[in-house]
Each structure stands twice: as C-alpha cells, then as structure tokens.
C-alpha cells in the first residue's frame, strides 16, 4: 500500500480546524487526570497560533501525508532548567493521528524539531511525554531519548483543599500530643 508524500512545514492559518483536531484526539490521552485541558475551539486556536507564530522562539509545525495534515507539534527554544542557561527545543503537544502512525510521521516531527535546533543554535532537543503512553515512550527511547524529569499535575482547587486537610490533621496532631 502506497504512504503518499509525507512532509513537514510550519502550521498555516489554513491548519487551524485540523489543529483543532489533533489537540481534542491529544488531550483525550492525559491518562489519570484525564483529558487536560479545555476543548479547544477553532477562534482560541488561531489566537494560539498567531501568538506562536509571532514569537521565533517558537514553530508550530504539522505532517501532512499528500494534502492531510496527520500530526502536529510545537516546538520552543527554552531553557533545559529555569536556572540554566543551557537551551533545547522543547518538542510539546507532538500527535499523530492514530489511523497515521508506523508511517514515519512522528520521525518527520523529530526531524523537523532537530533542524529548527540547529538553526537556532542549541545542542539539545527535549519532548514531553504522557508517562502513561507505553507508545510514545517507546519511540523517544528508540530514538535515544533519555528520561530528564517526572512532571507531576494536579487541578490548583484540589491541591488547595488537600493542603488544607494536611494543615488541619497536623494542627489537631499537635493539639492532641501530651504537653512535656
């Protein structure tokens, strides 16, 4: 069975209602927190991307196979830690369209975020990856990809209420101690 042509090119005003796909399939992915973030709409989305796309420290790209776009990724120069002055291109948000993967799509991505770092001048490319996602994780190893950290999330009203409930156990702990 014939792939078609498979390119990757910065994302166009014209990508906007496919992004707006890709990003409802991906944030269905977000594993014990379920889906993260809100649904996007299309107006939200080309605010996004015009922000994106006015920033050069940042490319919104996609993979189309013959005029389907098929996979999408943002790509940032940041800082590897908030502290250091060491950049990489961070690979964020990367999905591929499940009926599209295992056709080199995702090695398209990564070689368009490899050629963005090298023409921005850094020495490192990082991705974000659900932990969950046996997949993806997989790929990135293969890739060489090693682990640098565990980001963990939690919704600000829980941690709230969770950091109150710890307060209040710990004060009536104290209460409750025998006076030496």
Known sequence: MSVGTL???EASDDDVSAITDLWDELRGQGGRLGPFGPPASVVAVRERLDALRADPAHKVIV???EDDVV???ILSRLPVTPISDVESVQISFMHVRDDRRRRGVGRAIVGAATEFATEV???YV????FPG???S???FARLGFSPLVMRRAIATSVLQKRMAGDLERA???RRLRPHR
């Open 121 to 123: 001048g850094v020495d």
């Open 137 to 139: 994780n997989r790929f």
């Open 63 to 65: 993979a189309e196979i």
């Open 133 to 135: 996602s046996r997949e």
């Open 7 to 9: 390119h990757t090119r």
């Open 171 to 173: 004060e009536r702990r």
């Open 126 to 129: 990082t991705v974000g990856v």
């Open 71 to 73: 996979g999408l990724a």
